[in-house]
């Protein structure tokens, strides 16, 4: 499939987004359970993190996140699927998020700058291949590489476009698939900038 729509999934494409929802909404709180069940045994797993850094399987992942607990949640996040293609046992996705933290990070060794309240984004393209990493056929993300999001009040070189661009999720192929997180017992005490639902 091209594009998300949920008249038009297939069940592989239901079962990656099932495998893409389940890693963003163990991102909010930091579920370790619920994030190792996405990605493939060993050290088959790769991601491009948003930190700067590579890193490789599972363990390496979740020892991260160990680290990164030691720091405040995220509160609130929202995530929009650009677009979704599936081919045999390969698909990639491609999605746009914006969050807030419960409070700012105070350690200066993290990407994110220290002392500050602000919806942060991000983006992020996503390998999946139908194989757990022991040869069963089930889906699992075996790549993730994420990057900053463009400021929203800023055009994209070359085009006057930020009008558009500022909207999450923006594209050309059609609606984005969107949905929100909210950190566990926080429902209606989160918010984000410029409309996005809470």
Not at 170 to 197: D, K
Request: aromatic fraction near 12%; hydrophobic fraction near 35%; proline fraction near 8%.
């Amino acid at each position: 499939m091209q594009r998300p729509t949920i008249t038009s999934m297939d069940h592989d494409s239901l079962e990656i987004l099932r495998v893409h929802k389940q890693w963003w909404k163990a991102n909010v709180g930091l579920d370790f359970e619920a994030m190792q069940a996405c990605f493939p045994s060993g050290n088959a797993f790769s991601m491009f993190n948003r930190n700067g850094f590579t890193y490789f399987g599972v363990d390496e992942l979740t020892k991260l996140w160990e680290h990164y607990a030691q720091g405040p949640p995220r509160l609130i996040q929202t995530v929009a699927v650009l677009r979704l293609v599936v081919s045999s046992d390969i698909a990639w996705l491609i999605c746009e998020l914006k969050y807030r933290r419960v409070s700012p990070v105070t350690s200066d060794d993290h990407w994110e700058p220290a002392n500050v309240d602000e919806v942060f984004g991000s983006k992020a393209t996503e390998i999946y291949h139908r194989d757990d990493g022991n040869g069963r056929p089930e889906w699992k993300m075996w790549h993730f590489h994420s990057g900053p999001l463009h400021p929203p009040d800023e055009n994209r070189p070359a085009f006057d476009d930020s009008d558009q661009t500022s909207q999450l999720g923006h594209n050309p192929y059609g609606p984005p698939l969107t949905y929100t997180y909210t950190l566990e017992g926080r429902a209606g005490q989160a918010s984000l900038e410029e409309g996005i639902p809470s």
